[in-house]
């Protein structure tokens, strides 16, 4: 594979082939553009086009291979920060970025009428700010770019799920072949490099121009690269200064292990105890639910003992709803007689209710 690097970048030797337009896989309807990226290696008069791969300069993700599952297809992309080391080697790249994405939207303006999604009065300055950003810079909420802030960019990575040579290598130096003295290197297994700072020096190709409905975009993969070092990930604490004096106190770690050894030994207590619970019950007293037909009875039969001729007391004097203000529905001077007629009950039928002892009225003084 042949390749460029970033200091020796020079953006007129990048070509493009002729525009291709396919349908939108998945049967999703549609169409798209693309072209495919080329860098010439030979000369105006005598081109030699060969895949466009660029060697950056040696960057740090302090988070390694990342995965990211797009919510509405469920698709799963594998991508790493490349985050130039050199601050200087940072300003360098990302002023060629630049550079290349304007590039790009020159050729996207002089083949607008051919792609897909760009209309043919599309101006220029359009195409160069709906082209997707190469590399990023720290900004502000004005959009103003951050002093001191290092330039930097995600890249997409092959999982070889569609052919396993295509897949990104991370590749470390085992030694030197005595008989050739190139190196030998071997990949490193992705779960390693996840979650991991890793140091590297990758091999990005740019294969091609896209257009669909929703974005213009330079699509771009890492191919591989040379691991430099592998270290556990840098984690800032904004309580730096607290932790380093909880750190100075030789009794903190053996007051939180103590805290520790009760915590999980008050956990077991409640877990054995929620399953003796669960295997004999719960024994506490409770009151039986009351069976709806004896309330009947009691409440029958203790109405059939009851004065008859001052049973309508509460209902005495209302005539009408106007005058109850309680609405119309007679009350019955006699409970027991209502229960027993069934005109308007529902269920069974209560018959041979025992009755009370008559109770003697109360005598009122004159």
Known sequence: MSKINFKDFDVERVTVEKVETKPVPGNVGGLYSYMKLKYN????????????????????SNRGIEMRIDEKSGKVSFSIQARPDDPSEAEELYEKMQLLKRKISQFLYENRVEMEHIRPTTSLEFILEDLNNIMYVPTDKMGIRISGGTPSMYLKLDDGKFDLKYKSQFLVVTGKNPKTGKPITKPLEWDDLKEMRVSYTPL?????IFSGQAFRSVQSKMSSCTVHELTEPEISNPQEA????????????????????LARERAAARAEEENLEGFFGNHENT?????????????????????????????DGIKDKSESGFGAVPVSSSFNDYMKSGSKIKGPKLTNIPSLPSVPSVRKDS
């Open 204 to 208: 990005v190709n740019f294969f091609r």
């Open 287 to 315: 009151s039986a639910p009351t069976d709806p037909l004896e309330m009947s009875k009691i409440v029958a039969g203790a109405t059939l003992g009851a004065d008859h001729s001052s049973s309508t007391s509460s209902t």
């Open 41 to 60: 290696v030979g000369t105006p008069e005598a081109p030699i086009k060969r895949p466009f791969v660029m060697e950056y300069p040696r960057c740090t």
């Open 242 to 261: 607290l932790a380093l004096e909880l750190a100075s106190n030789p009794d903190y770690m053996a007051q939180i292990e103590a805290g520790l050894k």
